[in-house]
C-alpha cells in the first residue's frame, strides 16, 4: 500500500474514533435520547426504558467498533495494516477505504459468511 493511501486510511480512522468517542461522552451525559415529543404522555415512562434499551446497546456497538478502530491504528504504527488476517494477502484500498477496521480480505469475508450461513 502506498503511503500517501495509508494516511488517508489513517485519518478515516482517526475521525471514526473521535466520533465514537464522542458519541459515548454524549450518551454517558445523556445527550443521546429520544425526543419525548415524538410520544403521547401516556408513553413517558415506556419510552424513557426504550431509550435507556437503546443507548445500552448503542454503547455496546460503539464500544465493540472503537477497540476495532484503535486495533486497526495499532497496526498501522506497527506497519502491519492492510492485510488479511486469515490468509495474509492485501485486503484491497477500495474494502479498506469503505471500511478501514476490515480485517479480512474479500474473498475470505465471503468464505466466513458462507460458513456462518450453513452453522444457523
Ligand atoms: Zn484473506
Known sequence: ???????????????????????????????????????????????SEISLAFTGRLRERERHLLAKVDQALAKIDAGEYGLCEACGEEIGIKRLEA????????????EQERLERNIG
Open 99 to 110: 471500511r478501514p477496521v476490515a480485517e479480512l480480505c474479500i474473498d475470505c469475508k465471503a
Open 1 to 47: 500500500m502506498r503511503k500517501r493511501e495509508l494516511e488517508r486510511l489513517r485519518k478515516l480512522l482517526e475521525g471514526q474514533r473521535e466520533q465514537l468517542v464522542g458519541n459515548a461522552k454524549r450518551a454517558l451525559t445523556g445527550d443521546i435520547h429520544l425526543d419525548p415529543d415524538d410520544f403521547p404522555d401516556e408513553m413517558d415512562a415506556a419510552s
